[in-house]
């Protein structure tokens, strides 16, 4: 072959490559730069390997633009960072998709489009519609006499075990000489709840071992991966490397929560009294009796997997990246106790009823899911047709992230982001005022489970703050930094000193 053609040969070949990286589709939102096979994923990691949402605002800035274009491998993805933009994705219904025939979200949920966070149409909006409807019995979202008492005990139990100490060697692996490794304190209290809400039962301090495994498993899932879902939901063939991309953590955490719950779901199953009505579950298997439609045990399985995710992973880890950022701001820990002091006193323990009239603690949470972003992508969407945004034309099912870290970080949205100042979300008379952060979304799709994500972290957040004082301990991870990347941002565990602050 001769030079000549082995250079016309070459010149092509270089050519085909650059039209690759730089052709999109029409009228698209400024491009991320793009590669063969791993399209932008790698510019993303190339910034950030363990955090890649914190490479967008390096690339907004440079496109000079809220919306960008960016290809996770050959996924084509539109990505909102700013306010504006976001908002206007998460109350748009052509936004409401949800893409899910990626091969491992088929792994976790027995190779179908079963659940409500992968789902979408008429089978998410029958099975959310249900599921919330009933759970709303139950204390999910909605003021309940009998699930507040029960959440109390709970809170009672953690404040016990805290100023007690451990009663048996499970606890001893988790609390000693007035230390206690977070976040494991916090998941019984956690798990408890949302335990409550689709059983109608609660385990007792005997059976936390139970609880701390299934909040485990969550973790393990939720870390699998990075803030994108990780170059194992790009690309499906990842899997027979085993672990190296997280397949096989993905695949345990999910599978062992869900044989957790199955266990007790076919035990309520055949119990065989069908006047219980004691939780969700007791719910739905009559309605799984009455008709099959869209109801199976294996959605059921998946509706609980779903929503149970949230509460047992996502919120000790909120409530803990939050005693981290006060012991971090002692000033803002002083305010919060002094201000539970002066409202609730010692007598008793904080309640719903005093979060009206405790505007700095409620402010102070506020501020911490802001600065700690716990979904910093959220859940992907996707178009459901072809759309227009901003002047844009999205074609259809192209996903669409919503950079709700990019937003809750914006300079030219909040001023001082980098900034803990629960101070942002109060007015001049002190009392809340409008809150622009997004920590659950926002529209139809907007986390089903806030209202019940708020009530706890306030509940437990501010009983701890009411009877504690909080203080580091050496060679423990103690910086804000020392948090560890996943499909939610989680603190690394760590061992804190607790200490009463009055008998």
Same mark, same amino acid.
């Given at each position: 072959?001769?030079?000549?053609?082995?250079?016309?040969?070459?010149? +092509?070949?270089?050519?085909?490559?650059?039209?690759?990286?730089?052709? %999109?589709?029409?009228?698209?939102?400024?491009?991320?730069?793009?590669?063969?096979?791993?399209?932008?994923?790698?510019?993303?990691?190339?910034?950030?390997?363990?955090?890649?949402?914190?490479?967008? =605002?390096?690339? !907004?800035?440079?496109?000079?633009?809220?919306?960008?274009?960016?290809?996770?491998?050959?996924?084509? !993805?539109?990505?909102?960072?700013?306010?504006?933009?976001?908002?206007?994705?998460?109350?748009?219904?052509?936004?409401?998709? *949800?893409?899910?025939?990626?091969?491992?979200?088929?792994?976790?949920?027995?190779?179908?489009?079963?659940?409500?966070?992968?789902?979408?149409?008429?089978?998410? /909006?029958?099975? *959310?519609?249900?599921?919330?409807?009933?759970?709303?019995?139950?204390?999910?979202?909605?003021?309940?006499?009998? @699930?507040?008492?029960?959440?109390?005990?709970?809170?009672? +139990?953690?404040?016990?075990?805290?100023?007690?100490?451990?009663?048996?060697?499970?606890?001893?692996?988790?609390?000693?000489?007035?230390?206690?490794?977070?976040?494991?304190?916090?998941?019984?209290?956690?798990?408890?709840?949302?335990?409550?809400?689709?059983?109608?039962?609660?385990?007792?301090? $005997?059976?936390?071992?139970?609880?701390?495994?299934?909040?485990?498993?969550?973790?393990?899932?939720?870390?699998?991966? #990075?803030?994108?879902?990780?170059?194992?939901? /790009?690309?499906?063939?990842?899997?027979? @490397?085993?672990?190296?991309?997280?397949?096989?953590?993905?695949?345990?955490?999910?599978?062992? +929560? *869900?044989?957790?719950?199955?266990?007790?779901?076919?035990?309520?199953?055949?119990?065989?009294?069908?006047?219980?009505?004691?939780?969700?579950?007791?719910?739905?298997?009559?309605?799984?009796?009455?008709?099959?439609?869209?109801? $199976?045990?294996? /959605?059921?399985?998946?509706?609980?997997?779903?929503?149970?995710?949230?509460?047992?992973?996502?919120?000790?880890?909120?409530?803990?990246?939050?005693?981290?950022?006060?012991?971090?701001?002692?000033?803002?820990?002083?305010? %919060? /106790?002094?201000?539970?002091?002066?409202?609730?006193?010692?007598?008793?323990?904080?309640?719903?009823?005093?979060?009206?009239?405790?505007?700095?603690?409620?402010?102070?949470?506020?501020?911490?899911?802001?600065?700690?972003?716990?979904?910093?992508?959220?859940? @992907?969407?996707?178009?459901?047709?072809?759309?227009?945004?901003?002047?844009?034309?999205?074609?259809?099912?192209?996903?669409?992230?919503?950079?709700?870290?990019?937003?809750?970080?914006?300079?030219?949205?909040?001023?001082?982001?980098?900034?803990?100042?629960?101070?942002?979300?109060?007015?001049?008379?002190?009392?809340?005022?409008?809150?622009? $952060?997004?920590?659950?979304?926002?529209?139809?799709?907007?986390?089903?489970?806030?209202?019940?994500?708020?009530?706890?972290?306030?509940?437990?957040?501010?009983?701890?703050?009411?009877?504690?004082?909080?203080? @580091?301990?050496?060679?423990? =991870?103690?910086?804000?930094? #020392?948090?560890?990347?996943?499909?939610?941002?989680?603190?690394?565990? !760590?061992?804190?000193?607790?200490?009463?602050?009055?008998?």
């Amino acid at each position: 072959m001769s030079p000549l053609l082995i250079g016309i040969i070459f010149l +092509l070949l270089l050519y085909r490559i650059y039209e690759y990286v730089t052709r %999109v589709p029409p009228n698209l939102p400024p491009c991320l730069p793009r590669l063969p096979i791993v399209g932008s994923y790698w510019h993303l990691l190339w910034h950030n390997y363990k955090h890649p949402a914190k490479a967008l =605002p390096y690339y !907004t800035k440079k496109l000079k633009s809220g919306l960008v274009t960016c290809y996770m491998g050959s996924f084509l !993805t539109i990505i909102a960072n700013d306010y504006d933009s976001i908002k206007e994705v998460l109350t748009r219904e052509e936004f409401d998709g *949800r893409e899910a025939g990626i091969d491992i979200l088929l792994e976790r949920s027995f190779r179908e489009k079963l659940g409500i966070f992968f789902t979408e149409g008429k089978l998410w /909006q029958k099975q *959310r519609r249900f599921a919330l409807r009933h759970m709303r019995d139950f204390g999910f979202g909605r003021r309940h006499g009998k @699930f507040e008492a029960n959440s109390m005990e709970n809170v009672v +139990l953690l404040i016990k075990m805290l100023k007690e100490g451990p009663i048996n060697k499970e606890e001893e692996t988790y609390l000693r000489n007035g230390c206690a490794l977070f976040p494991d304190i916090l998941y019984p209290y956690a798990a408890n709840n949302v335990w409550d809400i689709m059983f109608g039962e609660r385990l007792d301090r $005997s059976e936390h071992h139970k609880l701390r495994y299934i909040c485990k498993s969550a973790m393990l899932f939720q870390r699998s991966g #990075d803030t994108t879902g990780g170059a194992i939901v /790009q690309f499906w063939y990842l899997k027979y @490397f085993g672990n190296m991309f997280g397949y096989k953590n993905f695949i345990k955490g999910s599978c062992r +929560l *869900r044989d957790f719950i199955e266990e007790h779901v076919d035990n309520r199953q055949y119990s065989g009294n069908s006047d219980y009505d004691r939780g969700l579950v007791d719910r739905y298997l009559k309605e799984l009796e009455a008709t099959k439609d869209t109801f $199976s045990k294996k /959605q059921l399985l998946m509706t609980l997997l779903d929503f149970m995710f949230p509460a047992l992973s996502a919120m000790p880890s909120a409530i803990l990246h939050t005693i981290k950022l006060v012991m971090h701001h002692p000033k803002v820990m002083k305010n %919060v /106790q002094a201000e539970i002091d002066s409202v609730v006193g010692t007598g008793r323990l904080v309640t719903w009823d005093d979060r009206q009239n405790l505007p700095y603690t409620e402010a102070t949470l506020r501020e911490s899911l802001r600065y700690e972003t716990l979904t910093p992508f959220s859940v @992907f969407h996707k178009t459901l047709k072809e759309t227009t945004i901003r002047g844009f034309t999205i074609p259809s099912n192209t996903l669409v992230v919503t950079n709700l870290a990019g937003m809750h970080n914006d300079p030219d949205f909040w001023g001082d982001p980098k900034k803990f100042k629960p101070e942002r979300f109060l007015n001049e008379d002190g009392q809340l005022c409008k809150d622009y $952060s997004l920590p659950f979304g926002l529209g139809h799709r907007v986390c089903a489970g806030e209202t019940f994500a708020r009530y706890t972290l306030f509940e437990g957040f501010a009983a701890l703050m009411q009877n504690f004082n909080f203080s @580091f301990v050496e060679g423990e =991870p103690t910086g804000l930094e #020392d948090k560890l990347p996943g499909l939610i941002v989680t603190p690394k565990e !760590t061992w804190i000193r607790v200490e009463p602050r009055y008998t």
